[in-house]
């Protein structure tokens, strides 16, 4: 199969808009609980679209899915059960964060993990130091980690300059502790992510050898994968919803429009699930060093999360150190993306085989 690093970049950074802009239309949802909303969004990005993009892209969904590997659909459901739980987790960092400061927090340990645990896990690591390619791809991931490490500087700067009544201006639940703690769970469950759709996964090799074009050969393990990720959701959504005494909220908005409530959460869902309809076609075209894909990736959503945070007044009272160090961050992620880029361009014309390798290991999970 063919790379095309530039395409898979631009491909990264429209998932990116798509992520960064999924929580807008949940913004305007009125009078019903997260747990409401999230999930009615949800089933758009979990269960109705990947299955429904599967269908149309992968020839004899039905015989592929009986003709794969057993264990290569254990492990897609594993590692999407926990993604979930990132996913889960990651909507309330945005709940007590922000939209700035969640995803750049969130997305800064899932860009952590997602990239060092793969060749650590693989025992590629040292393959990579040795190589010219591999070097400067590291280099592009470690500038992604300062990058994010800079955004997160930014929040607690802006943590320490403005009182709580201007923060819930623009974040009605904030919350900084508890939005950490949230973030970190996220960060390190969301990296499952880089682990399942990979350029040595089996489903997709299956896939592309029966006929599915190499740009949606991801197909049906993204399908798997977030249906595995929606149960974790929908089991505790609708928790909460007992919990709560919510479940009426599907069919009464108390007052607000119930199908203007419905209409956002599917517009919710469709520009989410962008997210990951463009990841699955990126990894396709980003070469050996596929686990550059989620660094890269993530370092767009943090952008973009920001454009729309400055729009929201998210840094509304902040000052200039604090305006310089988010403005910093977001040109050192944009670098880190080049550093990669070129690392995966050189191991290319490099021609070398220990980059498939890189692509994280089946045989560790069970």
């Known amino acids: 199969m063919t790379?095309?690093?530039p395409l898979g970049i631009l491909l990264h950074v429209l998932g990116g808009i798509g992520a960064a802009s999924f929580y807008l239309p949940f913004m305007r949802v009125r009078n019903w609980a997260w747990e409401s909303y999230w999930l009615v969004g949800g089933l758009f990005i979990w269960i109705v679209c990947p299955w429904i993009v599967a269908v149309a892209s992968v020839p004899d969904l039905p015989g592929l899915l009986q003709a794969a590997p057993r264990e290569s659909i254990v492990r897609a459901i594993v590692l999407g059960l926990g993604?979930?739980?990132g996913n889960l987790t990651f909507g309330l960092s945005l709940r007590y964060l922000g939209m700035s400061l969640g995803f750049a927090m969130?997305?800064?340990?899932?860009?952590?993990?997602?990239?060092i645990l793969p060749p650590l896990v693989s025992g590629t690591l040292p393959t990579l130091l040795a190589s010219p390619s591999g070097q400067m791809t590291?280099?592009?991931v470690a500038v992604c980690v300062a990058g994010i490490a800079l955004c997160g500087w930014a929040g607690m700067s802006k943590e320490r300059e403005l009182p709580d009544t201007v923060k819930k201006e623009s974040v009605r639940e904030y919350n900084f502790v508890l939005g950490l703690t949230v973030a970190l769970v996220a960060g390190v469950a969301s990296a499952c992510i880089n682990f399942a759709i990979t350029n040595d996964e089996p489903i997709s090799r299956l896939a592309y050898d029966r006929g599915a074009p190499q740009l949606w050969k991801n197909g049906a393990t993204m399908a798997i994968f977030l249906t595995a990720g929606g149960l974790t959701n929908i089991a505790w959504c609708l928790l909460l919803n007992f919990r709560n005494r919510t479940l009426h909220d599907y069919g009464n908005a108390h007052g607000a429009s119930l199908a203007a409530n419905y209409a956002l959460c599917l517009l919710a869902g469709l520009i989410a699930y962008a997210e990951f309809f463009f990841y699955a076609i990126a990894e396709s075209q980003m070469g050996k060093y596929s686990f550059t894909n989620l660094p890269i990736h993530l370092a767009f959503i943090i952008v973009f999360s920001n454009v729309w945070g400055f729009l929201f007044?998210?840094?509304k009272g902040t000052g200039i150190r604090t305006r310089s160090l988010i403005g910093s961050g977001l040109?050192?992620?944009v670098t880190a993306t080049m550093f990669m880029g070129y690392g995966n361009q050189l191991s290319e014309s490099e021609g070398q085989t220990s980059g498939d390798a890189m692509a994280p290991a089946i045989d560790p999970l069970p």
């Open 83 to 85: 993604w979930g739980i």
């Open 138 to 140: 590291l280099v592009g």
């Open 3 to 5: 790379s095309n690093i």
């Open 313 to 315: 007044n998210e840094w």
């Open 106 to 115: 969130s997305l800064g340990f899932c860009t952590f993990f997602g990239a």
């Open 331 to 333: 040109v050192v992620l």
